[in-house]
């Protein structure tokens, strides 16, 4: 087997084969994905009781075991003299401190924005009028404005030409936003739906031809699960210009079954039926009570509508509570003989018989009686035929 020299990074010569490198780096790899998802495993274990000192050790510890992992694949593979002599021609030991500063003030603003984001929770969560979702958009603007700032700061460390850079990414900032202004359109409508919120996560809405329950919105679309499981990814952006029914922002729903009653019985004694029946279900709520009333004269039956309202309205109680209402209304008008009568229609002819001349008037006048005659002879003849076949 083919050997090469391998050269860790002041600690002399060492010699490996092609196999024995490829079996080091990956458990190097291994061992260092290992750690990571442990530490992850743990941190959510631990949920909110972590606080900000212990986040940061933790991820100071990944964060060297990921350089400690770097350093052995870089000395297997004999590539410290070639890192080296990069380093050198960089002359990057002059920004050593600019560097040691970016790091501190990086992690100063993660440290920040940790803290803040412990703050916010703390007082919105004592307060009714902010919700999470608000609590959020709060702490994620917070969390943007610390890192720019952090960000202009570090580059401010490693140029002296701060305003040219800036005007720089100012050119390149339009340029993207030309080629990409269907993408910004959807992240702007993105931050207006954070702010304003509209609606939020778990609320029963409508768009379009769409209805279900939000299960996600972010800055590029808000998805939601129809009542026939499908998952429906809408881009923010169509949501700021179309019509939105929002079913469950208030906390209640009102809901209305129509029942025809026939024209013999009195529309005010179903009524009360009705509403008796309605309101002797459970979820239906009582204030404010069900209500029936009168809409129109069908076909076939004077027409009621049974309007009554229900708590946390979802899709599933809507259909339980509309069957029961249909279900215990029909019940109540059968025991009261009311009657839900069925379309109906009624076929008859005209009283006199339709005839039909064939010809002009000139030929009728000239023809005279023979005309007629003949037209009775052949009437009679057409008859005693039709009877004769008849019998």
Known sequence: MTTIESAWPGTGQVAFGTLERLGASAA???????IRYLVHRYRASRGAEFGTTKRL???????????????????LWG????????????????QVPNIILAVIVLGGAYAITDFLGQVIGEVISTGKTISSHQK???????????????????????????????????????????????TLGSVLAGIVLMVSRPFEIGDWIQFGDYEGTVTEIT???????????????????????????????KGRLRIEVEVGIDYADDPDHAADVAQEATAAIDDVRTAPRPKVVAKRFGDSSVVLGVRFWIDQPSARKRWRTQTKV??????????????IPFPQRTHGSRPNE??????????????????????????????GAGTGESE
């Open 326 to 339: 249909i279900s215990a209304v029909h019940e109540a008008f059968s025991e009261e003989g009311i009657t």
């Open 354 to 383: 339709l005839s039909v001349t064939v010809g002009s008037p000139d030929d009728s006048a000239a023809d005279g009686g023979s005309s007629a005659s003949d037209s009775e002879g052949s009437s009679a003849g057409e008859s």
């Open 136 to 182: 959020q958009v709060v702490y994620r603007l917070t969390q943007l404005g610390i890192y720019s700032l952090a960000a202009l700061v570090v580059i401010g460390l490693f140029t002296d030409n701060l305003g040219s850079l800036l005007v720089g990414a100012g050119f390149l900032g339009i340029v993207v936003g030309m080629a990409a202004r269907q």
């Open 219 to 249: 800055v590029f679309h808000t998805r939601i699960q129809t009542f026939d499981g499908e998952h429906v990814t809408i881009p923010n952006d169509r949501i700021g210009n179309e019509v939105i029914v929002d079913r469950s922002r």
């Open 79 to 94: 590539l410290g003299d070639q890192l080296l002599a990069a380093y050198g021609r960089l002359e990057l030991g002059a």
């Open 28 to 34: 190097i790899i291994l061992a260092v994905f290992l």
């Open 57 to 75: 050790v933790l991820s100071t510890a990944m964060a060297a075991t990921t350089a400690v992992g770097v350093l052995g694949l870089v000395g």
